[in-house]
């Protein structure tokens, strides 16, 4: 399993609250209200960036060691771990809803006789779509 860990760059707001950038994952941000949620945005925003990266077949930055003190300067550092794998097996296995269209008369037969609309059409798209068992 792969781990990485970036360090991001907490910047205190004045009410408490945190901005939150990666040096090494460009045009990732995140915002935490306290340093706990600051933790903890800094990772989901890390895990987000790097799976939309890797769905754009784009090249994973290498993590930095340490950063230069002109960016460093009166924030707050902190190593964020993240776990690409785990992250891209939840995301890709999310549900997620889709709208069909069937004639009225079939919606109502299959109503009456309890249809499970997604099972039935996740069943047949893997059948039509031949995917292996293995690879479910």
């Known amino acids: 399993m792969l781990n990485l860990t970036y360090l991001a760059v907490l910047e205190p707001g ?4 945190y901005g939150i950038s990666f040096p090494d994952l460009p ?7 306290n340093l706990a ?8 925003a890390a895990s987000l960036h790097v799976y939309g990266m890797e769905c754009d077949g784009e090249e994973i930055p290498t993590p930095s060691v340490s950063l230069p003190q002109d960016i460093t300067e009166g924030m707050i550092i902190m190593p964020v771990t993240i ?3 785990l992250y891209r097996m939840k995301r890709d296995n999310e549900r997620v809803k889709t709208n069909i269209t069937l004639p009225a008369w079939l919606k ?6 309890k249809v499970n609309y997604s099972r039935l059409l996740e069943g047949a798209l893997l059948e039509y779509l031949q995917i292996p068992k293995s690879n479910r």
């Open 83 to 85: 776990h690409p794998d």
């Open 108 to 113: 109502r037969i299959a109503e009456e006789q």
């Open 37 to 44: 949620e600051a933790q903890q945005m800094a990772a989901e």
């Open 14 to 17: 004045e009410d408490g609250s």
């Open 27 to 33: 045009g990732c941000f995140s915002f935490g209200e």
